[in-house]
């Protein structure tokens, strides 16, 4: 019998299908491209007007700002326009509405919760403390994105989310971001490309350079080097690649929290962004940065990716680099241990590894940490966020598969100095999927991609069965005393 006391709150995330995104909808076919504009070049300027009105006497209130939308899905087929008049405003617009549509980003789940401290704690009761949660959301296609939801959690434990906001806005996708050389190169040689035409293109640029630079970079190469070889090719598409998959996102501030979005932007996550699992870093000198570690997925192959931001408001989606990429499920420690960063993976889709590296983007070497043991992890164990650091050890929630693919969460707990040391593990799971939470789009799953210690409680996140999301809050110490404890029935 679990002696350890869990309270399951009764809020519950639901999904809402009413929370859409307008997303550009344009034929591969460059002659159905025509066609569609053509049809709306053949209106006369009252009729365009009219069928205009409708479009946004139909869909305006759904979104912060259509007309943005609009124009901007206007100029991504603006190069078929055949024609020398000049268009009106209100037939360009009409244009862009017919390459749009809607997509309802959550519609499927609303899954896969983590939660940090918030970045601004002003306003805040003492010992109160507002947090923000992320949370993967699913919608047709089984595409998935990252949502927020921010809340306050009181110094008694009482924990309040606010008001979700009917709109939710994508972020402007900076056209000329910047890289750093040594990781690009790094991620270059991995892939295959250390040779003459990616040393050429690269030697022309700084330790820094931006996407301008690298384009100009590209170009020139190509200008000299006749004629361009199939190899040349893949190597110029590889760098092409590689730019594509790293990319920074801005929000407007005037946006609440729960109206961000960050949709897969890159042709490596086209299938979705899976599993933040997000981490208020703090440097060695005292610096803050939350990071976060992610599956992206095109449909075919998985590949972990790493978030930057200090604000919520600016991200950069990076590439990671280092032979251990292998799977997903990499949860980064919350700070450095003896100068190196540390970082919890599942390299073989069955055990829990650890790894150290000096470089936060470049892994490799991982060592196994936890093994399954018992029935109801036996077939692979992995973890549910990032480690917490507790004056006992890091903390360590974990998820198990057992029989008919069960999910169920537990916990280790590992020695501070050494965090490839085990010093505590639970026997029995702390969670259980049990009643409602054992239906969904993945049945008889329990999941938490991160919790956070507030006031003496865990406050535990976490999915039913890849669907909503409930939180459930229990005693550190309690916990703390069964991890440690010698019984061998813990």
Known sequence: ???????????????????????????????????????????????ARDELVHVREEFDSRHLDITAIFRAHYAKVEAHIFTQRPLSEERKQLIGALFSGEYALESAALFNPSIVPHPDQSGIPEGGLRFIMSLRATGEGHISSIEFRDGILTAQGALSFAPVSR????????????????????????????????????????????????????????RETLPVTQDIRRTLDCIQWLADSNYELCFSPKLALSERIIFPVSPNESNGIEDARFVRF?????????????????????????????????????TLNGSALENKGMALFPRRIHGRYAMLSRQDDENLFVMFSDNLHHWSSPQILLRPAEVWESVKVGNCGSPIETPAGWLVMTHGVG??????????????????????????????????????????VVYSCGSLLHAGELILPYAMSDYATAIATLSVKELLAALIEKDPTL
Do not use: W
């Not at 999904?15 to 709306?40: D, K, L």
């Open 1 to 47: 019998m679990n002696p350890i006391s869990i309270h399951r709150h009764e809020m519950l995330l639901r999904p809402e299908s009413a929370r859409v995104i307008i997303r550009p909808y344009i034929p591969a076919n460059p002659q159905r491209i025509a066609a569609i504009i053509g049809r709306a070049l053949s209106l006369s300027e009252s009729e």
């Open 403 to 444: 029989p008919m693919r069960k999910y169920c969460i537990s916990a280790v707990l590992l020695d501070l100095d050494d965090p490839t040391r085990v010093i505590g593990r639970l026997r029995h799971p702390l969670l259980s999927p049990e009643g409602n939470e054992r239906e969904g789009y993945v049945p008889n």
């Open 167 to 222: 709109y939710v806005s994508a972020p402007e996708v900076l056209p000329n971001p910047s890289y750093r050389k040594k990781t690009f190169v790094l991620k270059l040689h991995e892939m295959g490309f250390d040779n003459d035409s990616a040393g050429a293109v690269m030697s022309r640029l700084g330790g820094q350079f931006t996407r301008g630079e690298l384009g100009e970079s590209m170009d020139r190469f190509r």
């Open 282 to 318: 703090v440097e060695d000198d005292g610096s803050v940065m939350y990071y976060a570690t992610y599956t992206a997925y095109n449909g075919r192959a998985i590949l972990p990716q790493f978030i930057e931001t200090e604000d919520f408001l600016h991200f950069r989606m990076l």
